[in-house]
């Protein structure tokens, strides 16, 4: 059994900030990428930002240069600070992890149950 909880949701006026934390925990035997994904109803899962053990990471063109991901691969943590946020950033927010564990063969992902942002005045 392997789970991610998010937390830092919230609402947030145009132009500031949120931080969004993710925690894995369970029978982890190692993690790949741990990432960010995002959700408005009646649209697509789009990605927002990853980063993998070895610290590559990517992010969505919409939220670069504004989103900062970070990792801390010893407490199995991932954290989005979210600068200068948009209206356009409001949607539910999912955490997600390529994991291995003891509990369940081969590789496999997992995802949090989400923490939703809006951005409004």
């Known amino acids: 059994q392997v789970q991610l909880v998010e937390s830092g949701g919230g609402l947030v006026q145009p132009g500031g900030s949120l931080r969004l934390s993710c925690a894995a925990s369970g029978s982890i035997l190692s993690i790949y990428a741990m990432g960010w994904y995002r959700q408005v109803p009646g649209r697509q899962r789009e990605l927002v930002a990853t980063v993998t053990s070895s610290s590559i990471i990517n992010y969505v063109d919409s939220v670069k240069g504004r989103f900062t991901i970070s990792r801390d691969n010893a407490k199995n943590t991932v954290t989005l600070q979210m600068n200068s946020l948009k209206p356009e950033d409001t949607a539910v927010y999912y955490c997600?992890?390529?994991?291995?564990?003891?509990?369940?063969?081969?590789?496999?992902?997992?995802w949090g149950q989400g923490t939703l942002v809006t951005v409004s005045s």
């Open positions: 997600n992890a390529g994991i291995r564990s003891s509990s369940r063969a081969g590789y496999f992902e997992v």
